[in-house]
């Protein structure tokens, strides 16, 4: 059991300083503007390049408000922040450690930055005076412009020379990460310039005055020609995708595809953002679209793209380039010639550059209302009921989705994340908070810290916080859970452990067909076997309670009644249940289209 209750922001309380001490150092400003920018979390794997804003943050300000959360590593951190963010809305900070720090960190920001997830990236350099800098690590840990190994994936990126210019600089990296399209800024802080003595504490900006801007309304005449398009459409079809995650936004949009009779497909890389039961949702939602959705755009007259990610690839799968479409979607500020996160260009008839949550509003107030015919029953798959392998058969991943169904009952689960081999139709998604999506970047070994982030974030929400991660992502990241344990955090991760990079042997299977050669060799070079990672052993030597490995679905069931009674006590968990090789139908066509 959980050893207390005392939770995150009880934990790690400093010793209190000593009244009457008056010195004011320039991180000691620097930490002061994070408060009032209320960032309610820090991130950190520690590092002496910002040992001046660390003492700051534990002597200066109690180590409250923002509270630190120890990481194992870098790219944990960041991580941890992304999920907070996708849990919440609320964006908190990471801090690296020099340039060192920062390459760890790279393919978590880079994550952050494909899923437009904002994230406060502060680092430090030692000291920029070279006469200041200690013999050898000062000069291995300071870059000529650190900045420069990121900057063609976040939106800013600053480095500024004295305590004021950090002050604003803080202050324009929150204005731009939270503009939309959202997206990870880094602050890199001179060692020397945090570790400087004040003559006095300058005072701390009014944060409210660097608000990002709200939400832009729609053209009138572009709104009015949507309107009249989608009214006179007999087959339009609704993409949703990177959405608000309201309950207001989730109602408007359901008003919407109701009040145009409109076929709605959704996937799993952005989350719940439409009730996957509804009978206009089409088919199963996938991380590629399925058949039925693209039958759907084959046979539509009308798109309404509600910044879909990869609207021009989806149009290209269906054949249906030719078909007018509304587009909606602000993501083009952000592209550049570095990344091509941004996906073919899609062809548009009418282009919205809005967020869609206000031009949804706007289509429901310009739409006749009433004149919709009942709805029509898509391909919406009824929630699949799986029967238990047969005695000595492996699990599958149908089998870990029906026992977890049955383990939860009805209580309110998130699914932070969920493995490839995942089939969208094995578990319905009624509200937004049902599921959270996944990392943007396929960044493998994402999984663990944005659970942690996740996880913490949804603490006093009422529901149950879910993990599954595959094998691979989960032990490329597995030290990130140790900051859930520290912290107190309740999660539950199922490692859905196929002991195989499974995604890589399609490929080599692929590639094999195409050559002609012995397809039995795909696992060669993939299979994590011989030794099994013992994943329950390792948890429970980062303080979790490890359970496994579990090879039967009447094990699996005990186990997950036994995890969730702990996460429901305030513990973290890890399941380590044995699954076959396997992808949902879709993602493997999907995987191996062109392989015939």
């Known amino acids: 059991m959980p050893r207390d209750d005392i939770g995150a922001e009880g934990m790690d309380r400093p010793v209190p300083i000593e009244p009457g001490s008056n010195r004011i150092w320039g991180s000691d400003a620097i930490a ?115 900045g420069a190994l990121i900057r063609h994936f976040v939106k800013w990126d600053g480095q500024p020379a004295s305590v004021p210019a950090a002050q604003e600089a803080l202050l324009r990296a929150s204005q731009i990460m939270r503009t939309a399209p959202q997206g990870p800024v880094y602050v890199n802080l001179d060692a020397a310039m945090q570790e400087a003595e004040l003559p006095e504490a300058p005072p701390t900006p009014a944060v409210s005055r660097y608000a990002p801007p709200p939400p832009a309304a729609p053209n009138a005449e572009l709104l009015a020609e949507a309107a009249a398009m989608l009214s006179g459409a007999k087959r339009p079809v609704i993409l949703i995708g990177r959405v608000g995650r309201s309950t207001e936004s989730w109602a408007e949009r359901v008003a919407l595809a109701e009040r145009l009779n409109a076929g709605v497909a959704t996937d799993l890389k952005t989350g719940a953002v439409f009730p996957t039961e509804h009978p206009l949702h089409i088919g199963a939602p996938g991380t590629f679209p399925s058949g039925p959705v693209l039958d759907a755009l084959r046979e539509a007259d009308v798109v ?133 999506g996944q990392d943007g970047g396929g960044g493998i070994g994402s999984g663990p810290g944005m659970a942690v982030g996740a996880a913490l974030a949804l603490r006093g929400s009422g529901r149950l916080p879910v993990a599954i991660l595959g094998d691979g992502d989960c032990m490329m990241g597995l030290s990130g859970l140790w900051t859930a344990a520290h912290y107190r955090v309740p999660l539950l991760v199922i490692v859905s452990n196929n002991r195989s990079f499974f995604n890589d042997e399609v490929h080599q299977e692929r590639v094999a067909r195409e050559r002609g ?80």
């Not at 408000?65 to 907070?84: N, R, S, T």
């Not at 380039?321 to 899609?346: A, M």
């Not at 509003?361 to 047969?390: C, F, H, M, R, Y």
């Open 304 to 436: 309404l793209s509600l910044d879909w990610v990869d609207l021009g690839g989806t149009l290209r799968a269906a054949g249906a380039e030719s078909v007018r479409v509304i587009r909606v979607s602000p993501d083009q500020r952000i592209h550049n010639g570095w990344s091509f996160d941004h996906q073919g260009l899609p062809p548009s008839d009418l282009y919205f550059d809005n967020e869609p949550d206000p031009v949804v509003q706007a289509l429901l107030a310009a739409l006749p209302a009433g004149n919709a015919a009942p709805a029509k029953p898509q391909a919406a798959p009824e929630p699949t009921t799986v029967e238990p392998s047969e005695p000595g058969a492996p699990m599958t991943i149908p089998d870990l989705s029906a026992a977890l169904r049955g383990a939860v009952g009805e209580r309110p689960v998130t699914l932070i994340r969920l493995p490839l081999g995942w089939d969208g139709a094995l578990w319905p998604f009624r509200e937004p908070m049902d599921y959270l």
């Open 32 to 146: 002061e503007v994070l408060r009032a920018m209320e960032i309610p979390f820090i991130a950190l794997n520690p590092g002496a390049s910002y040992r001046g804003l660390h003492d700051s943050l534990v002597n200066r300000l109690g180590n409250a408000a923002p509270h630190m959360l120890l990481c194992l590593h870098e790219e944990h951190a960041v991580a941890l922040a992304h999920g907070y963010y996708k849990a919440s809305g609320t964006p908190i900070a990471a801090a690296l450690h020099s340039n060192v720090g920062l390459m760890h960190g790279s393919m978590a920001i880079f994550n952050a930055w494909c899923d437009r997830v904002p994230v406060l990236v502060i680092g430090a350099t030692g000291p920029v005076d070279a006469a200041r800098r200690r013999p050898w690590i000062d000069w291995i840990h300071t870059a000529q412009d650190q």
């Open 517 to 596: 050669r012995p397809v039995e060799n795909k696992w060669v070079g993939q299979a994590i076997r011989d030794p099994d990672p013992d994943f329950a052993t390792l948890a429970r030597g980062l303080g979790l309670m490890g359970i496994g490995p579990v090879e039967s679905r009447d094990a699996l069931d005990a186990a997950l009644a036994e995890a969730i009674a702990h996460v429901e006590a305030g513990g973290t968990a890890l399941v380590d249940a044995r699954v076959a090789p396997g992808y949902a139908p879709a993602m493997t066509r999907a995987l191996t289209r062109g392989s015939d």
